[in-house]
């Protein structure tokens, strides 16, 4: 069992940055493959980024690739993402999810664990 916390969600201009953070509980926090997803009103949730046990292998969507940056230590129970050059369509709620699994999935149904939510409003 897992159980996920995030923060740093917050308002912010265009152009500016955000560090979301996610504290998981439990002893075997490295033997899960972790991940950030993000739920805009009136649409579904959607992978942004994954990253591996050991955090060796990250995965990112198009649409945030080469301005956010997910990394995580293993020894503090937490995964992070760095979201830099924000725009206003990034503007979400931003959910942690967490499985038991070596592979990055990029769908909802893959992952067993998941945070309440942190908000991230981009204004322009």
């Known amino acids: 069992q897992v159980q996920l916390v995030e923060s740093g969600g917050g308002l912010v201009q265009a152009g500016g940055s955000l560090r979301l953070s996610c504290a998981a509980s439990?002893?075997?926090?490295?033997?899960?493959?972790m991940a950030w997803f993000r739920q805009a009103p009136g649409k579904e949730r959607e992978f942004v980024v994954g990253?591996?046990?050991?955090?060796?292998?990250?995965y990112y969507s198009d649409s945030v690739k080469g301005r956010f940056t997910i990394s995580r230590d293993n020894a503090k129970n937490t995964v992070y993402v760095q979201m830099n050059s924000l725009k206003p369509e990034d503007t979400a709620v931003y959910y942690c999810?967490?499985?038991?699994?070596?592979?990055?999935?990029?769908?909802?149904?893959?992952?067993?664990?998941w945070g309440q939510g942190t908000q991230v409003t981009v204004s322009s």
């Open positions: 439990g002893r075997t926090f490295s033997r899960y493959t």
């Open positions: 990253i591996s046990w050991s955090g060796g292998i990250t």
């Open positions: 999810a967490a499985r038991a699994d070596w592979r990055i999935g990029t769908n909802v149904y893959e992952y067993s664990y």
